[in-house]
């Protein structure tokens, strides 16, 4: 945490904020884990809560996931595999 030694005072006060990660964060702000994307974080009162991300359920049977990315999610226009073979057996 950063503090600073105001303008007639003799000793130094904390800046509101948060540092998490190696990174300063403003109080009250909400930023994800940059070693976990699947880390929700917030700073409130100087402190770091995180609490885990909550994926919606994927429309498709075989979502993939994404680097950096917590949720995985649908990939190419045909995704699931009974629309891709009714797909050849029509061409």
């Known amino acids: ?6 303008p007639g005072e003799c000793c130094p006060i904390c800046r509101p904020g948060c540092e998490y990660e190696g990174q300063l964060h403003q109080e009250g702000s909400s930023f994800l884990s940059s070693s976990n994307p699947c880390l929700q974080c917030s700073c409130l009162r100087s402190l770091v809560r995180c609490v885990p ?8 049977l075989n979502p993939v996931p994404r680097l950096g990315h917590c949720c995985p999610v649908c ?10 073979l009714h797909r050849r057996e029509l061409s």
């Open 1 to 6: 945490m950063e503090s600073f030694i105001p």
């Open 53 to 60: 991300v909550k994926c919606q359920p994927s429309p498709c």
């Open 75 to 84: 990939q190419g226009l045909f995704s699931v595999p009974s629309l891709r």
